[in-house]
């Protein structure tokens, strides 16, 4: 059997790529920025605890164990390079090279490259690398909501959304950014539906999965500061306002984005295309595209998928992805939901306080960021775990998710309008 490592974050979408794993029974090591012991009971082979931050250390980890190839779940990793370092050592790696994640890694190459295909897939846009009058103006003249993105390689969200009333806020946060990462862009915001669409390819072919919608905002209605995501649901009935020719030219774009950056760098991408796309009516714009499984989302992805993640990875490094057929239940709902710690984002009141999730159906429970020590969980300052589950209809799929989230007993919080919310 094959010996695989899966290099992550210990989040949920961590969680449930190991699930698979060991379902399929390879020897499964992992190697993850922090403790989950869940995906620690399912390991047959070794598990490590190692900053991702220091990515010779992750890769004297990989060579030692010597796996017939590695998943990277974690993005940043993945812009650190590790991937090219693998290669030449002849270990194969479900991810991009470090020259074709600059797709992720830079906001201001994305935004370039869309613009060699098609600069009306942009908003409008500028870049800075110094704290201005010209950028004070440029954000003072938005009308509307601005968007602030930092370019660069940092760990958690990196995009943060302003009201036209919190100008002086996106001013303070323009610098900080420029002050610790030296390069920041201002978009526009533009009203309309916000969908995600991940593209699994081998550098030839690509695999579109169902359309699905990640719940960033901390507050229901889609209020609050941007987390990595809350909740996530995928599933026709979900996406009835998105057009037949609006999904067709979110499969065109991400196509016509491979191809480019093919081209561009003279590699073939393996692994994930995540594109988060703005639509309105048949107009189809780019917000970004990641690198990296998504997280929640992969959760659901996963629950629908009729081949296995484990076949799925094997034909993205055999090149014969195109063979795959049928891959999706796109009949089905799945929706996902993350815990995270009472007044998560306001102050840090309840970090270090015990959840107790004892009741909860184990089959839905996906662990993400936890101390556990003695027998007992304990909530961090970040997603402490979600709940994902399968239905045939919206109503169903959160009566089960909802059901189960009401035997969790803490100082916790989860939004309860997954499913509900546009």
Known sequence: MKNVILVGGATGR????????????????????????????????KYLKINLDDVENVYKAIIEINPDYVVIGQGEVIQRGLCDMLKEKGIMCIGPSKKLAQLEG????????????????????????NFTEELKEYIYNFKT????????????????????????????NANNWLENYGHIIVEEFIEGHEVAIMSYTD????????????????????????????GTITGKECFSYISENAEKKMHEITEKVMKKINE??????????????LVR?????????????????????????????????????????????DVFDEENVSLSAYVVPKDYTVNTNHVGDEVDFSEVNNSLFYCGNMKYENGKYYLKNSRAFAICA????????????????EKVKGNIYYRKDIGNAN
């Open 14 to 45: 961590e969680h449930a790529i190991a699930k698979q794993f060991n379902e399929e029974g390879y020897i499964l090591s992992a190697i993850l920025w922090a403790d989950n012991p869940f995906i620690e009971k399912l390991c047959t082979g």
């Open 106 to 129: 830079s906001k201001t190459f994305c935004r370039d490259l869309l613009s060699e295909i098609d600069d009306s897939l942009n908003p409008k846009h500028k870049d800075f690398y």
């Open 145 to 172: 909501k601005i968007v602030v993105k930092c370019d660069g390689v940092i760990t958690g969200p990196r995009v943060r959304i302003y009201e036209n009333s919190e100008k002086e806020e996106a001013l303070r």
């Open 203 to 230: 550098g030839k072919s690509l695999i579109h999965t169902p359309i699905f919608k990640n719940h960033k905002r901390i507050g229901e209605g889609n209020v609050g500061e941007n987390t990595s995501g809350m």
């Open 264 to 277: 561009k760098c003279g590699e073939k991408y393996l692994g994930s295309l995540y594109g988060e796309f």
């Open 281 to 325: 009516g048949d107009e189809v714009k780019v917000i970004e595209y990641n690198c990296r499984f998504g997280n929640p989302s992969s959760m659901n992805i996963l629950n629908i998928m009729k081949v296995s993640f484990p076949n799925l990875c094997e034909h993205i490094l055999n090149g014969n992805i195109d063979e795959l057929e």
């Open 390 to 405: 399968k239905a045939s209809s919206i109503e169903e799929a959160r009566k089960i998710v909802y059901e189960e989230l």
